[in-house]
């Protein structure tokens, strides 16, 4: 019996060491928790599908993740927080947008770079920011044909008072 309770012990014990190898492993290897870099902010109307940790992606590479969104309760914009690489400088008159990757991928801030020579400095804000557009509203406006449908709708005439 002592025998049994002894193997049990060190089969559970791999696994556990087995298990925080992987989170281990997950942690370098995401990058997670390595936040050197610079603070930039972009004012949005809206940012469904955004969340902490969301990827900041220039030419479809990671440069740097979402840290904070805040609402501010005057004008109801939401103020995006990223911090990017030390290594990556933006010109000042870049733009920032919030894609999809892919139809039913996830939601990421893809950044265009401009073409001024001044570069955007910690705490700086983007001059074009687009928030998230709902796919779904979209699809649903094309299927029920109102997307096409460009014309106001025409006013009822009361019976009786025909032409």
């Known amino acids: ?13 791999a696994v556990v060491a087995v298990a925080i190898a992987f989170l281990a492993f997950g942690y370098l290897r995401t990058g997670a928790g390595t936040l050197s870099g610079y603070e930039i902010n972009a004012k949005m109307p809206k940012v469904d599908g955004l969340s902490v940790g969301t990827d900041v992606r220039l030419s479809g590479i990671k440069i740097g993740t979402v840290t904070a969104l805040t609402l501010d309760p005057v004008n109801y914009l939401v103020t995006v927080h990223m911090n990017v690489r030390d290594d990556i400088k933006l010109p000042v008159d870049s733009s920032v947008l919030v894609t999809q990757a892919g139809f039913l991928g996830g939601q990421y801030l893809s950044i265009t770079p401009g073409g001024d020579e001044k570069m955007m400095v910690a705490g700086a804000f983007f001059q074009s920011a687009q928030g998230s557009i709902d796919v779904m509203n979209l699809v649903g406006r094309f299927a029920t044909g109102a ?3 460009n014309q106001p709708p025409k ?7 025909g032409p």
């Open 155 to 161: 006013p009822a005439v009361p019976p009786g008072a």
């Open 147 to 149: 997307a096409t449908s």
């Open 1 to 13: 019996m002592q025998q049994n309770n002894i193997a049990e012990t060190l089969v559970g014990a």
